[in-house]
């Protein structure tokens, strides 16, 4: 079994030639030999959200440099613990490096079921039972939040029962 690898930071090379503006041209041998450690290892790279330039020479005009050379990698284990993966670029502040933000969130949202009402309810000998417990208030209120509390409460009731008398099938 393979465990989640995370591999991240400041990788000093460029993946390929769009990720550095400016200065001497890209050395292909370097790309190859940083895209053939990666692909070794069965990494990929986890994408990004803001710039694609990581590192500043902080050089102004024809001598500035620009490149990506903060990055993150995860192999599918990593991915598939974490489908959420999310790296941001943030800001650059105080340093020629631009900080990165990796989000792993793990807790996803619950899918919230729609609530279908089934006519063939309707003929269980217990349905009207469920409709006359739950269809009581002991509140009084306008009486239009009185009929959306009975059709709440009857509502959860409703999937309960069907729940119980049918199974988890719808």
Request: hydrophobic share 35%.
């Amino acid at each position: 079994m393979t465990v989640p690898w995370l591999v991240g930071g400041d990788i000093n090379v460029i993946w390929d030639e769009e990720e550095k503006f400016g200065g001497l041209p890209v050395s292909l041998i370097e790309v190859d030999d940083f895209r053939h450690c990666i692909n070794t290892y069965n990494l990929t790279d986890l994408g990004f959200k803001g710039s694609i330039f990581t590192w500043w020479n902080g050089r102004l005009e024809e001598d500035s440099i620009f490149k990506r050379l903060d990055r993150c990698f995860g192999n599918h284990e990593l991915q598939q613990t974490f489908p959420g993966l999310e790296v941001t670029h943030l800001s650059k502040i105080g340093s020629d490096h631009c900080p990165m933000l990796l989000k792993c969130d793990i807790e996803t949202p619950p899918i919230k079921k729609s609530f279908r009402f089934l006519n063939f309810w309707t003929k269980h000998e217990t349905f009207k039972d469920v409709v006359k417990e739950n269809w009581n208030v002991d509140f009084s209120a306008n009486h239009f939040c009185i009929f959306n509390y009975k059709l709440k409460k009857l509502k959860k009731a409703l999937s309960t029962w069907s729940r119980a008398t049918y199974g988890d099938i719808f």
